[in-house]
């Protein structure tokens, strides 16, 4: 089992930067998938970042060269900056953990690090909001 919290979350103009926190609880952290998610009222919730067990980044199209994540191994943390935020960033963002241990293409051929269906625990969320 593994319990996640978020932080971090708040409003910010246009351009800004918002950096989100993940704690995490439990067992096995160094071992799993880890992602950050968003979803927008009214719209399906979508990856934004992972980090699977090696340490390796995916990010989506739509954040790229805006958005860095990093995972503490040490610290149980997972960690989202977010730089040149736009409105369509604004959204409820999550933290989420997987349960396979490891997790990486290596053990995992079908891994896809942005999918929901790859998680299975989950934070609350932290609400971004961004205005012009």
């Known amino acids: 089992q593994v319990q996640l919290v978020e932080s971090g979350g708040g409003s910010v103009q246009a351009g800004g930067s918002l950096k989100l926190s993940c704690e995490a609880s439990?067992?096995?952290?160094?071992?799993?998938?880890v992602a950050w998610f968003r979803q927008a009222p009214g719209k399906e919730r979508e990856g934004v970042a992972a980090v699977d067990s090696t340490g390796r980044t995916t990010y989506a199209d739509s954040v790229k060269g805006r958005v860095t994540t990093s995972k503490d191994n040490a610290k149980n943390s997972l960690i989202l900056q977010m730089n040149r935020l736009n409105e369509e960033d604004t959204a409820m963002y999550y933290c989420a953990a997987g349960d396979w241990v490891p997790c990486h293409p290596g053990v995992r051929a079908t891994l896809r690090p942005l999918s929901v269906d790859e998680y299975a625990y989950w934070g609350q969320g932290t609400q971004v909001t961004v205005s012009s």
């Open positions: 439990g067992n096995s952290w160094s071992g799993r998938c």
